[in-house]
């Protein structure tokens, strides 16, 4: 098992670095510029971090072997406030399996983006969020999470690589991933529908919506942000949504001056912007910007209620970039569609990369993504995965889209030999 060089640790930085920068056209000025070196560095079998990285990125790395060691015994699946929910046997989720020989479907400059914001994240706050350094369900499977982080480190050289050499990737042929990964496949486990074989595979998107920075006749409902300086004390967690639109925060109300209004839409696009996490508004005066989720009310999120009844309400902040996960809003990973699944990272894990099996029209057909973003309907969920799939107008320009994808999938998680 060799170690990472230097020139090829250097390139791995320089190219993250560039294209984090540039997540638009400049992706084949930053494959010019490693082409070259990708020549000269051909992808090596085994790749690991140096002993003094792995160090840095890697802070809760020993005892890894002693979680696998546990991992035999029935595994504690646990909610987004890390209380314990409920024991699954591993063994009857994972298990050893294998690509059938059809071509991975993905973009290769996207993937290559998430990929790399994604180990960017562990890199830069693996100590300020542990959560990422669970294990979780994969430990029954021997998975650490420095294996995690290999296959991530090898994917990225990988398409680095050949993208570099303007050359379909490799991680596109069944075989090479068969050769070079294992396998695992994923049996969904729904407490609530037991006979579910197959994982569902819902779709998320980014709308654009029409809105205003003041408030108007059409756009009088806000998203707001919250001021640092006044959301130390959490006043905000003793609000609904419906508290919220009922105008605490407007002049006039308690709470007036304790937050910002961001923007106004109308009611839908509220709903959207809340559901989605992220939102593309077209304000009046010609500009474009997108907002993201940012912190809640801390109130939960309840499977099956309507959206306008929940009672968990989303802060907001502007971006620069659809967001992903992250344990707060300046650290959340930009993510792409296409390439990128909302799941739960707490018992499936952050990073994990996820190729899912359908059938379309009798022909096999395969998606590759990785999971860099979750959400309150993922915490927990063994049995779904949300794909993001692009930016859309409307509710019905999406659903156009999401009709020819498939409702349910076979998944197999991927890594590194």
Do not use: C
């Amino acid at each position: 098992m060799g170690t990472l060089s230097s020139q090829k640790i250097r390139l791995i930085v320089g190219f993250s670095a560039a294209l984090l920068v540039s997540l638009g056209g400049n992706f084949l000025y930053t494959y010019s510029k490693t082409a070259s070196l990708a020549q000269e560095h051909p992808v090596q079998q085994e790749i690991t971090l140096a002993a003094s990285l792995e160090n840095v990125l890697l802070p809760s790395a020993t005892g890894s072997k002693q979680k696998i060691a546990q991992a035999s015994a029935p595994y504690k699946v646990i909610d987004e406030a890390q209380d314990y929910k409920f024991s699954v046997n591993p063994s009857q989720i994972f298990s050893p399996g294998k690509l059938p020989t059809t071509k991975v479907n993905f973009n290769q400059a996207d993937l290559l983006t998430v990929l790399i914001n994604t180990r960017k994240y562990y890199q830069d706050y693996s100590k300020q969020d542990p959560s990422i350094s669970r294990t979780g369900l994969l430990a029954a499977q021997g998975v650490t999470v420095q294996d995690v982080l290999k296959t991530l480190d090898f994917m990225i050289v990988v398409l680095g690589e050949d993208i570099g050499n303007n050359r379909e990737t490799r991680l596109q042929d069944p075989n090479f991933i068969n050769e070079n990964f294992r396998v695992i496949k994923w049996t969904p486990h729904n407490p609530r529908k037991p006979e579910q074989k197959k994982l569902r595979l819902t779709k998320y998107a980014v709308f654009t919506h029409p809105g205003s920075r003041k408030k108007t006749s059409n756009y009088n409902v806000p998203i707001y942000s919250l001021k640092d300086n006044l959301a130390v004390d959490k006043f905000y967690t003793k609000y609904t949504k419906q508290d919220v639109l009922s105008g605490i925060y407007e002049p006039g109300g308690k709470e007036f001056g304790k937050v910002e209004p961001l923007a106004y839409l109308d009611r839908n696009g509220l709903e959207d912007a809340l559901m989605e996490g992220t939102v593309l508004i077209n304000f009046t005066d010609g500009t474009q910007k997108f907002f993201n989720v940012d912190r809640n009310n801390e109130m939960p999120y309840v499977k099956g209620l309507g959206g306008r009844s929940q009672k968990r309400y989303w802060y907001f902040r502007q971006v620069d970039a659809i967001k992903g996960y992250g344990y707060k809003i300046d650290a959340k990973i930009s993510i792409k569609p296409g390439v990128t699944f909302a799941g739960d990272v707490l018992n499936i894990g952050l990073g994990r990369v996820i190729v899912i099996e359908s059938t379309k029209g009798g022909r096999k057909q395969l998606q590759m993504a990785v999971i860099a973003d979750t959400g309150g309907a993922f915490l927990p969920n063994l049995y779904q995965l949300d794909f993001l799939s692009g930016i859309f107008q409307n509710k019905k320009e999406f659903q156009q889209y999401a009709n020819k994808l498939p409702e349910y999938v076979t998944p197999y998680i991927l890594v590194k030999k």
